[in-house]
T-cell receptor, first 113, second 116 residues
């Protein structure tokens, strides 16, 4: 039972490069989320999705785009990476309106130089 | 808007002593409250949650938390800390039913260091 899987685990980008982070869940969860974790700032929500084909902005969406073409996958894209996007990125999923917490992936450590 | 505060960046405790990690929250409705733990280079793991009912909630690894509505607090506790409890702890809140998308808001985290 894999839960939530994030790829890649580590990545170094040059300023201006683009990349896509992949999140896959095998729990048939409706809702999926992308957070970034920065020292002293906790986790901040970037984008989220309440179902296949839907996405919505979170707290810090600028510079990121997302897509949810399949229920089990949630992609986070950086079109033109900036040093300020150096962070650890976590994907999470939940069943939906049920009073559940999230299941988290193990994270992607991204460094933009 | 929903928010969470964890007033302590770090808590130091000797092994075998009681451990408390503080959390206060702000919501406009009723809250769902959660605690997560993060070990180095790992994702967040669920510890426990408060939904409704008994104010004292028991969770994984011997942790418990007490919901106090009047003080808007949800402090995490463990009667006897272990060195292996050293980790980063996050409190999170969801405002029922106003939080669209089941969104959780997380506190800044509290690092716990248990010394032998």
């Amino acid at each position: 039972n894999a839960g939530v899987t994030q790829t890649p685990k580590f990545r170094v980008l040059k300023t201006g490069q683009s990349m896509t982070l992949l999140c896959a869940q095998d729990m048939n969860h409706e809702y999926m989320y992308w957070y970034r974790q920065d020292p002293g700032m906790g986790l901040r929500l970037i984008h989220y999705s309440v179902g296949e084909g839907t996405t919505a902005k979170g707290e810090v969406p600028d510079g990121y785009n997302v897509s949810r073409l399949k229920k089990q996958n949630f992609l986070l894209g950086l079109e033109s990476a900036a040093p300020s996007q150096t962070s650890v990125y976590f994907c999470a999923s939940s069943r939906g309106r049920a009073p559940d917490g999230y299941t988290f992936g193990s994270g992607t450590r991204l460094t933009v130089v | 808007a929903q928010s969470v505060a964890q007033p302590e960046d770090q808590v130091n405790v000797a092994e075998g002593n009681p451990l408390t990690v503080k959390c206060t929250y702000s919501v406009s409705g009723n809250p769902y409250l959660f605690w997560y733990v993060q070990y180095p280079n790992r994702g967040l793991q669920f510890l426990l949650k408060y939904i409704t009912g008994d104010n004292l909630v028991k969770g994984s690894y011997g942790f418990e938390a007490e919901f106090n509505k009047s003080q808007t607090s949800f402090h995490l506790k463990k009667p006897s800390a272990l060195v292996s409890d050293s980790a980063l702890y996050f409190c999170a809140v969801r405002d029922i039913p106003k939080a669209a998308g089941n969104k959780l808001t997380f506190g800044g985290g509290t690092r716990v260091l248990v010394k032998p």
